[in-house]
């Protein structure tokens, strides 16, 4: 799942990393200066989720002034649930695989909770359980191959070679005004790259928000540089498991725009704004909010 390619491979040594030296990135827009304009948060006293700040699914942000501001709790539907149950095999198998523990698929749908998941079991287990053996094999196949190279190396070093990852690390971002309870999809710390994973729906370019966003999280609570970041793209078609994965370089103008979204984010919040409604034609018609703008 946050495994490169060969291709993203050279993407990366060849283009990204190159890039991300010769041009690098602005002190003030480093997470550490957090404390700083552009980064310090205007309204100190509201703190927003990670995706509040970085999802432009709403043109205008009236779902950010629904929920934090009228308490209206938005319909989940079934893109939402098979999200959730997509992106909870990811981190449960990957986690189980990092601390060596055995957890089978069965025993795992055992502890879903299903009144907090909106969808059948019928209709979701079959692409998690897809999901999960694709997860066992990428990581069985990786181990063996790293332990045959290196035959000195002990379980844990070679667990570590094959999956080198932080999941759903828990991070505070409250000094760049967002929420103190922040879970990192994936941070490969021998690449430093941040992973973020979207399941369904075609890439957008304001995606690129969120795996930023962590980026200047991580910056700011851990003071070390990230300048790669990665959306990978999860979608069942057919039956099948289809990955895509977009690997960048987490710019000045990524970094510009995100402040702008929080900021904004933030005053609609603290000011109580409500930004009214786009045009009906550019509203999803899967919005959570859609009944109660046009009920
Ligand atoms: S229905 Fe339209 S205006 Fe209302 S929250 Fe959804 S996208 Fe925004």
Excluded at 153 to 164: F, G, H, K, R, Y
Excluded at 246 to 252: G, Y
Excluded at 264 to 287: H, T, Y
Aim: hydrophobic share 40%; glycine share 6%; with cysteine.
């Amino acid at each position: 799942m946050y495994f490169l390619s060969d291709l993203e491979h050279k993407l990366l040594i060849n283009k990204l990393l190159p890039t991300a030296r010769e041009v690098g990135v602005s002190s003030e827009l480093r997470g550490w200066n957090w404390h700083t304009p552009p980064l310090k948060p205007f309204y100190e006293n509201v703190k927003l989720p990670m995706y509040t700040v970085c999802s432009k699914y709403c043109p205008t942000g009236r779902d950010v002034y629904l929920s934090f501001v009228e308490g209206v709790r938005g319909a989940l539907n079934f893109k939402i649930a098979l999200g959730k149950i997509l992106h909870g095999v990811v981190s449960d198998y990957l986690q189980a695989f990092i601390q060596h523990r055995n957890l089978s698929f069965d025993s795992w749908v055992e502890k879903i909770r299903w009144s907090e998941i909106p969808a059948k079991p019928e209709d979701v287990l079959p692409p998690a359980r897809k999901v999960w053996n694709y997860l066992a094999k990428l990581c069985e196949a990786r181990y063996v191959e790293i332990e045959a190279r290196q035959p000195y190396a002990s379980e844990q070093d070679l667990i570590a070679s094959t999956v080198p990852f932080l999941i759903e690390h828990k991070i505070s971002g409250e000094l760049l005004g967002l929420s103190g309870l922040l879970s990192i999809d994936c941070y490969d710390y021998l690449h430093a790259i941040m992973f973020d994973l979207k399941v369904g729906g075609e890439p957008k370019e304001w995606h690129r928000l969120a795996p930023v966003g962590y980026a200047l999280v991580f910056e700011s609570v851990h003071e070390v540089p990230i300048d790669i970041c990665c959306i990978v793209y999860l979608n069942m078609i057919d039956d099948r498991i289809v990955l895509k994965k977009d690997l960048f370089f987490a710019s000045d103008e990524l970094r510009n725009w995100w402040i702008e979204e929080r900021d904004r984010k933030l005053e609609i919040v603290a000011e109580g704004r409500d930004p009214g409604k786009p045009s009906r034609s550019e509203c999803p018609n899967d919005c959570m909010y859609y009944d109660v703008c046009y009920g």
